[in-house]
């Protein structure tokens, strides 16, 4: 069975076409010829020493805080159906993990536990190396797994994007049940999305403590939407999410431009005159309508804040 996979990623990965078909054969395509990787290849998986994997633990330290209770109560949900939940940084191997003390040993054997090197380069197509490869979200159910020696998992995985856009890790829950269907991976890819977003927004949240957060789109949205501002409404920060909406920089500092020039544009995301209505009208409403009060509440002049009320149409 083993070798009849690995002739199947070959024969898909080699057509001039592979790349075009789908993404799972670019990753295999990926796998074969840019990594140089053998589908039957059966060797234990990489696994770093104990020192490397402290110091790359200590380098993600802000995020790993910020992720601890996230991980436990994704746990919580999944833990009983034979999950595990992984935390990799942005190369792909593990920082942290939670599991069964059931299926730790099947895990471990598995290398689903930390210091293991779930890359692309060094795994081929699975779902932490792939996520972080592609910089989406991903489902790399069983038989897509590049290695036949992989085959037995199934992996769902979210991306999670530091405050200044940059891609830092990958959330990860993987079973190894023979019984895991395609419909059960999406429900757990759904939540791992969801924990990978709250992740993500307070990671954000974190590195501009002193800002006002404004949230730029709903709260199901797949993406972390979020603007930092200071007191006096100049962009100090935005999440990728924002960066993409309003087509800021995609990584590194962003420009500091009054956050009202983003309000005004009319290709902004659909959720974010929301937000602003909801502020306008909370700050409206703490001032008793006093428009001058609301408008030093918001950072912004009066003039300003008659033209957004106008615009918002708050009477």
């Not at 977003?197 to 199901?220: C, K, N």
């Not at 937000?275 to 309508?289: H, P, T």
Request: aromatic share 4%.
């Amino acid at each position: 069975m083993k070798s009849r996979h690995a002739e199947r990623v070959v024969e898909v990965a080699s057509h001039p076409s592979a790349a075009a078909q789908s993404r799972l054969a670019a990753s295999w395509r990926r796998s074969l010829d840019h990594h140089g990787l053998d589908p039957a290849q059966s060797l234990r998986l990489e696994r770093i020493s104990g020192a490397a994997l402290s110091e790359r633990r200590e380098l993600m330290d802000a995020m790993l805080r910020v992720a601890a209770p996230k991980l436990d109560a994704l746990f919580l949900l999944v833990g009983n159906a034979g999950c595990g939940v992984l935390l990799s940084d942005a190369q792909g191997v593990v920082l942290d993990a939670r599991m069964s003390d059931g299926d730790a040993s099947a895990f471990e054997a598995w290398g689903l536990a930390p210091g293991s090197n779930w890359s692309e380069a060094a795994e081929g197509t699975n779902g932490i190396g792939t996520c972080i490869a592609e910089g989406r979200r991903v489902i790399i159910h069983r038989d897509e797994h590049f290695h036949a020696r992989n085959t037995g998992m199934s992996c769902m995985d979210a991306p999670i994007f530091g405050a200044e856009g940059e891609l830092i890790g990958a959330l990860d829950v993987s079973s190894a049940r023979a019984d895991q269907t395609v419909a059960f991976n999406q429900l757990i890819a759904a939540m791992v999305t969801q924990t990978a977003r709250q992740i993500e927004a307070d990671t954000f949240r974190a590195a501009f403590p002193q800002a006002r957060i404004i949230a730029a789109g709903a709260d199901d949205s797949e993406a972390a939407m979020l603007l930092a501002v200071d007191q006096d409404d100049i962009l100090l920060g935005a999440t990728r999410g924002a960066r993409k909406a309003f087509r800021l920089n995609a990584t590194g500092p962003v420009t500091a431009i009054p956050a009202s020039d983003l309000f005004g544009r009319e290709d902004g995301p659909g959720g974010f005159d929301t937000a602003e209505r909801a502020a306008v009208n909370r700050a409206l409403a703490r001032a008793g309508g006093n428009v001058s009060a609301a408008a030093r509440t918001l950072g912004v002049g009066r003039a300003t804040l008659y033209r957004r009320m106008k615009r918002l149409g708050i009477n």
